[in-house]
């Protein structure tokens, strides 16, 4: 089982630049994925990018494509995710995930992660 920790939440301007971060510890499969998803208040938790641990190979929701970067270090078992051009409508809690190899080959990414960590809060001001 791996363990998620988030940082790097905070409250920016419209416009503005914040990177996510998410530690995993204990076992991460490195023929799974991992992603980041997001929740703002009253609505449905949503798939924001994804990254296939092995190949590199990405994936981003329409709604940030071109001003969010997913990325990952091996050796520090960290995942990031870059947001640039921020908007109000990307405020919510921003959540790490991870799946191992055969939960990543199952299905859409958006559908089988199967750690979570609990998340760090964006807050984008007008």
């Known amino acids: 089982q791996v363990q998620l920790v988030e940082s790097g939440g905070g409250s920016v301007q419209a416009g503005g630049s914040l990177r996510l971060s998410c530690v995993a510890s204990?076992?991460?499969?490195?023929?799974?994925?991992m992603g980041w998803f997001r929740q703002a208040p009253g609505l449905e938790r949503e798939g924001v990018a994804a990254?296939?641990?092995?190949?590199?190979?990405?994936y981003y929701d329409d709604s940030v494509r071109g001003r969010f970067t997913i990325s990952q270090d091996f050796a520090e078992s960290t995942l990031y995710l870059q947001m640039n051009s921020l908007k109000p409508e990307d405020s919510a809690m921003y959540y790490c995930a991870a799946g191992t190899a055969r939960d990543c080959t199952s299905g859409p990414w958006r559908d089988v992660m199967g750690s979570w960590g609990k998340g760090t809060l964006v807050t984008i001001s007008s």
């Open positions: 204990g076992y991460l499969d490195r023929g799974g994925c």
């Open positions: 990254i296939y641990i092995g190949s590199g190979i990405t």
